[in-house]
């Protein structure tokens, strides 16, 4: 069964980068899209970005110019670097295995499972 | 991308059925029948409970269910009980931001 672990610093000033790595533990790294999720305090869910096990990515468009997620194939490990934190960027951070689908002659994340067990980071000078 | 828009809560008593409703665009709901549902209950990761549109993972209650017309998808819950009580949201692929959530919707069982 796979299973997710994350971890990295939980409290930023503003300004600093933002650093989560996540490790993949009884799976297969390859035929995924390895994923971060976020999720304000009391608010909803925010996808942030993917990367395959070829080392191509995905962003949301709206944290594009901030974010880059890594993979360390070799550890089974991917991370997520987002950088110029704000307070608007205080939330609790996971990481998820993505499930692909074909669609139209490529293929596309589809849905998360399993999930880590979330990182709160919070912004605060 | 807008995030997909779910009511903030419902509430049903136990044994009854409700339905949680997911509203999207044709670039994203739509277009694709990639809408996926997560439940998350207090201080827990979220957790797959639909996916594919229609599908269950192994060991999800036939309890849930889902719809679809045009834009807008449905969660259905049957014979409500306890447990359910938690958040749901609702995901999309997105023609333009690949995936999108729902704002998310509080569960109440009376």
């Known amino acids: 069964q796979v299973q997710l672990q994350q971890w990295g610093a939980g409290l930023l000033k503003p300004s600093e980068t933002l650093s989560l790595t996540c490790a993949v533990y009884?799976?297969?790294?390859?035929?995924?899209?390895w994923s971060w999720i976020r999720q304000p305090p009391g608010k909803g869910l925010e996808w942030i970005g993917e990367?395959?096990?070829?080392?191509?990515?995905n962003y949301n468009p709206s944290l594009k110019s901030r974010v880059t997620i890594s993979a360390d194939t070799s550890k089974n490990q991917f991370s997520l670097k987002l950088t110029s934190v704000s307070a608007a960027d205080t939330a609790s951070y996971y990481c998820?295995?993505?499930?692909?689908?074909?669609?139209?002659?490529?293929?596309?994340?589809?849905?998360?499972?399993?999930w880590g067990q979330g990182t709160l980071v919070t912004v605060s000078s | 991308q807008s995030a997909l828009t779910q009511p903030a809560s419902v509430s049903g008593s136990p044994g009854q059925s409700i339905t949680i409703s997911c509203t999207g665009t044709n670039s994203d709901v739509g277009s694709y029948n990639l809408v996926s549902w997560y439940q998350q209950h207090p201080g827990k990761a979220p957790k797959v409970i639909i996916y594919e549109g229609s599908k269950r993972p192994s060991g999800v209650s036939n309890r849930f269910s889902h719809s679809k017309s045009g834009n807008t998808a449905s969660l259905t819950i049957s014979g409500l009980q306890a447990e359910d009580e938690a958040d749901y949201y609702c995901?999309?692929?997105?023609?333009?931001?690949?995936?999108?959530f729902g704002g998310g919707t509080k569960l109440t069982v009376l």
């Open positions: 995901c999309s692929y997105a023609r333009t931001s690949f995936l999108v």
């Open positions: 009884g799976g297969s790294f390859s035929g995924y899209y």
């Open positions: 990367i395959n096990h070829s080392g191509s990515t």
């Open positions: 998820a295995r993505g499930i692909p689908i074909r669609y139209s002659s490529r293929w596309i994340n589809n849905w998360f499972d399993p």
